[in-house]
T-cell receptor, first 112, second 115 residues
C-alpha cells in the first residue's frame, strides 16, 4: 500500500472562495480517492478518479489527476462554512485488494 | 439507518483494563477494516477482514490487540491491558469487495481515553 501526502497541511479561506488542496504519491495507481472528515466523525468518501481519467466533477468538487507527476488536486468551488473539515487522499495501487492508506490530511477552515 | 455503526461512541478506562469495541458494517459489505486515528493525524490501518477471515494485520496491532469477525457480520476489537498510548479514535469501515475501486464507508468511531 502507499500513502498520499496532502498539501497544504492547513488552509483558511473566506466563504465563497475556492479551496484547492493537493495530493502527491510515489508509485503507480489504479485509482485515487478523496475523503472528507468532519471533526469527531468518520471519513466520508467524496470522489474516485481512475488512472486513465484526468478530471472528474461532482457538484462543487473538481478533481484532477496527473499520473506523470504523481499528483492530484481537489478543488472546492464557492466554499461554505459546512465545508470546514479535514480532507484526505488515498492512492490505490494496481492490483491492490488491501486497505487504503491515508496521510495527515489538509485541514480546511471556511470562515463565514 | 444502513450505515456503519460503532459502539460505544466514547470509552474512558483506566490503564491496565481491557476494552472491547463493536462495529456493525453495512449488511451486504463483505470487507471490514479497523483504523486508529490520533489527533491531527490521518487514520492508520490496523487490520481487515474479508467475510470472517482476517487477511491482514498491521505491525501497529500488538499482541494486546485482537479483532474478530464471527460469521462475517459484526466485528469486535479488543485491547487488553490498555496503555495511555492507546488513547485514540478507533474507526471501522466496510466495503463491498473485491476490487480496488471500491470506496470505504466509515462509522463515526469509538473514542478511547485511557487514564
Amino acid at each position: 500500500s502507499q500513502q498520499g501526502e496532502e498539501d497544504p497541511q492547513a488552509l483558511s479561506i473566506q466563504e465563497g472562495e475556492n479551496a484547492t488542496m493537493n495530493c502527491s504519491y510515489k508509485t503507480s495507481i489504479n485509482n485515487l480517492q478523496w475523503y472528507r472528515q468532519n471533526s469527531g466523525r468518520g471519513l466520508v468518501h467524496l470522489i474516485l478518479i481512475r488512472s486513465n481519467e484526468r478530471e472528474k466533477h461532482s457538484g462543487r468538487l473538481r478533481v484532477t489527476l496527473d499520473t506523470s507527476k504523481k499528483s492530484s488536486s481537489l478543488l472546492i468551488t464557492a466554499s461554505r462554512a459546512a465545508d470546514t473539515a479535514s480532507y484526505f487522499c488515498a492512492p490505490v495501487p494496481p492490483g491492490s485488494a488491501r486497505q487504503l492508506t491515508f496521510g495527515s490530511g489538509t485541514q480546511l477552515t471556511v470562515l463565514p | 439507518d444502513t450505515g456503519v455503526s460503532q459502539n460505544p461512541r466514547h470509552k474512558i478506562t483506566k490503564r491496565g483494563q481491557n476494552v472491547t469495541f463493536r462495529c456493525d458494517p453495512i449488511s451486504e459489505h463483505n470487507r471490514l477494516y479497523w483504523y486508529r486515528q490520533t489527533l491531527g493525524q490521518g487514520p492508520e490501518f490496523l487490520t481487515y477482514f474479508q467475510n470472517e477471515a482476517q487477511l491482514e494485520k498491521s505491525r501497529l496491532l500488538s499482541d494486546r490487540f485482537s479483532a474478530e469477525r464471527p460469521k462475517g457480520s459484526f466485528s469486535t476489537l479488543e485491547i487488553q491491558r490498555t496503555e495511555q498510548g492507546d488513547s485514540a479514535m478507533y474507526l471501522c469501515a466496510s466495503s463491498l469487495g473485491p476490487g480496488s475501486d471500491k470506496s470505504l464507508h466509515f462509522g463515526n468511531g469509538t473514542r478511547l481515553t485511557v487514564t
